[in-house]
């Protein structure tokens, strides 16, 4: 359980949210700092290689590169690559990392889950590129958690499809996040019987992802978890002796 997880955490991290659709560099420069502390509950950074799957522009990379890790980031989407000129990000699909197996001591997502496809598959390629005894920090926002929608929330309580025709409606251009298409239904249940069930890691951890400590039970509370959680936190770690069919396993979508 990270020592770090205070209500005065919390509210920074909360208050900071607000602002990401009209400042994200503010929003994700306070994330990404969090992020590496959190992350540092887990496992040391100073001297491991961390690959960040769906690292946007690269945000999250001078936190990283300031707690003493190799950052490479991977993103799919070539305009987000663009956006802030980042050294070391490449392209690729987190569906098919174009890492060699068992070559990264990090392996972290940060609010990407959600939007692949297969979710699942990403998540067992994280599982492949680590290390033995490596660490995966995987972070997403479960569907029915209030953000869960992105933009096109609350409605997208209502179904995902109705919520995007709304958004169309009532601004006349599709949001970034187009339900079917960028943005899928992923439930915390279905992460943690994937992290359960992988047979290649162990789990360590799992808990919101902005809470307080105090609140973290409510990730073992089925249904709860996917309102309340916000963000959920899976934290695995590489098996030293991994099974060969790593990314067969069975998939909870």
Partial sequence: MPHSATLARSVTLFRAFLSEQTDPDAFYGTLADDSVRQLGDHVPLHGATVLDVGGGPGYFRDAFVQ????????????????????PGMVRGSGEALPVRTASVDVCYSSNV????????????????????????????????????GHETGPWHYLGGYRARRRYVREHGREPKNR??????????????????????????????????????????VPGLREVVSWNLVVVLRRREDPVEHVGNHATHE
């Fill in 67 to 86: 707690a003493g890790a190799t950052y490479v980031g991977m993103e799919p989407d070539a305009g987000e690559l663009a956006g802030l000129g980042t």
């Fill in 113 to 148: 889950l959600e939007h692949v496809a297969r979710p699942w598959l990403m998540a067992d390629e994280m599982v492949r590129v680590t290390k033995p005894g490596g660490t995966v920090f995987l972070s997403f926002t479960p569907w029915l958690s209030p953000h869960g």
């Fill in 179 to 220: 339900f079917g298409e960028s943005l899928f239904a992923v439930s915390a249940g279905a992460a943690v019987l994937w992290a359960r069930q992988c047979p290649d890691a162990d789990v360590v951890a799992a808990y919101p992802r902005y809470h307080p400590w105090w609140a973290q039970w409510i990730v073992r």
